[in-house]
């Protein structure tokens, strides 16, 4: 073949082959703009085809650092202790149970810990960590984290386990979770309700002796506290922290700890104990102004508080109820009905019993005054009072009455209550002027001595004198400064005593 045609036929195949080329570089760089641009329907930016290999780096690094990887081993076994950095972040804390001597708290509890398996180049400039799924915590280790004082602790799982993990490049791992935790907190109640407690919660590794995990708090944070947080029945005052070692059998493990301060409210108790303690104290004082010989009124408003059954006497009705001793010991009853059976008094039993010891020496004053110092009667009966007053005036009138006939009426003695003293002299009046009123003449006692009414036994009639039916005792008059005065110097020790905070 001639020169002529070899080149006439190589020269058509190299246009064409240029030609192709040229044309898949156009609708290369077409799709490329088409993909890139902000303003395609399909929205997605300029990397729409970095996140592939992104993605498919991520992929073959954790399939290349979990190649050989023993998630039952910890970091560097055989060589320094694990460093497990613990840091909490509280959401809300209550309630807090005195019968049961625990608290509960809502948590983020997070741990970080630097496993060199792990470490690995930095996938692009952009991203420092790897979010990881929560399903490759089953694939590496972590550290077996427990509280040593909890009772009652779950994590959260709804609406899936709340976890979080991150790996960083030079090998460390963060490892999050929401959880709430129970745990008993010893506390002293003998200032109860005006202590202070200190619920600790404590934690460290299950297994891994000192040797193999170490457990502190991190530098940057220890215990944050969610801004907003309010409990209902105490103040968070502080969260101090501490670093201790604990021994048992097999070694001594490494512990952290974080006591809670929780300084209680009064309000409650002062609405529904305090206050009603010192309304039945004060309350007892009113019979101090009492005359002595009003002894059920006096006992009444000594021991009694609320209207339950009346009795009739004379059209009037007496109130009678339920003690205020009783209503103490209710009062009392009811303050210990969510406290633990202490072997000691508390500050609110204290209280108590102060106001139910004034109400009782309430009640014993007035039974000295009734027995050393009363010279009146409290009790009447109208039948022998107005024979009597009827002899004397028989005895000293100098008129001749003619005798009238017997008519046999027998004499039934009424029983007055005290509540009727006030009437007895205007009831005696009426009886006078009704005797009064018809008017015979009978013959003179000493002409005729056997027909003179025996007078009665002065000695068996009971003698009123108006002053003595309404006296004050000098005992009350005391009593009315005295014990007023003492209950309040009393209070204000024990508040002092009580309401100062003492130092820790």
């Known amino acids: 073949m001639s020169d002529k045609n070899k080149y006439t036929i190589k020269f058509p195949l190299i246009f064409d082959l240029l030609f192709l080329l040229s044309m898949s570089n156009r609708c290369c760089n077409v799709t490329s703009q088409h993909l890139g641009s902000p303003n395609s329907s399909t929205g997605v930016g300029s990397s729409f085809i970095r996140p592939v290999k992104t993605r498919h780096n991520v992929s073959l690094l954790l399939d290349k650092l979990l190649d050989d990887y023993n998630h039952h081993l910890r970091p560097d076994i055989g060589g320094p ?13 209550g ?31 952009a991203d420092d960590q790897l979010s990881l799924s929560v399903s490759m915590l089953d694939r590496i280790w972590k550290p077996d984290t427990y509280f040593y004082n909890g009772k009652n602790s779950y994590l959260h799982t709804i609406t899936t386990p709340n976890k979080l993990v991150r790996l960083f490049p030079d090998g460390r791992i963060l490892y999050s979770s929401r959880l709430t935790i129970k745990a008993s907190c010893p506390m002293e109640l003998r200032k109860f309700p005006m202590d202070v407690q200190l619920c600790p919660l404590s934690m460290g590794s299950f297994a891994y002796t000192q040797s193999e995990a170490i457990y502190r708090w991190n530098k940057d944070r220890q215990i944050v506290i969610a801004p907003g947080m309010k409990m209902s029945q105490f103040d968070l005052v502080s969260a101090p922290v501490s670093n201790y070692n604990i021994s048992f059998k097999h070694g001594n493990h490494s512990m952290i700890s974080v006591r809670f301060h929780l300084h209680r409210h009064m309000g409650s108790f002062l609405i529904q104990v ?6 039945l104290v004060v309350l007892s004082w009113v019979s101090f102004w ?24 004379n059209n009037r009705f007496l109130a009678q109820g339920v003690t205020t001793v009783l209503t103490m010991t209710f009062l009392g009853l009811e303050a210990r009905a969510n406290l633990p059976k202490v072997t000691y008094p508390t500050a609110l039993d204290h209280f108590i019993f102060l106001s139910f ?49 017997p008519t046999p009426s027998p004499v039934v003695a009424r029983k007055v209550h005290p509540r009727e003293v006030f009437s007895v002299e205007s009831h005696l009046r009426s009886i006078k002027e009704e005797e009064t009123a018809v008017v015979q003449i009978q013959p003179d006692e000493r002409s005729n001595p056997s027909q003179r009414p025996r007078r009665r036994n002065q000695s068996r009639t009971q003698q009123w004198d108006g002053k003595a039916m309404n006296s004050v005792s000098k005992i009350d008059q005391i009593s009315r400064i005295f014990f007023p005065a003492l209950f309040i110097a009393i209070n204000l020790f024990y508040w002092y005593t009580y309401a100062t905070p003492a130092s820790e």
């Open 95 to 125: 309630p807090v149970s005195e019968a049961d001597m625990t608290f509960s708290l809502d948590c983020y509890f997070r741990q970080t810990w630097r496993d060199t398996r792990l470490a690995h180049q930095q996938v692009s400039k």
């Open 81 to 93: 202790p694990t460093i497990v950095d613990v840091d909490i972040m509280v959401r809300s804390m």
């Open 357 to 405: 010891g004034f109400i009782f020496a309430t009640i014993v004053q007035f039974a000295f005054v009734h027995y050393f110092t009363k010279y009146g009667f409290g009790e009447l009966y109208f039948s022998e009072m107005a024979i009597d007053d009827d002899d004397e005036q028989l005895d000293n009138s100098d008129e001749v009455f003619p005798a009238a006939p």
């Open 290 to 313: 009492l005359n002595r010989e009003a002894t059920a009124d006096r006992v009444s408003l000594g021991t009694f508080t609320n209207y339950r059954q009346s009795l009739s006497v």
């Open 274 to 279: 305090y206050g009603p303690c010192i309304l």
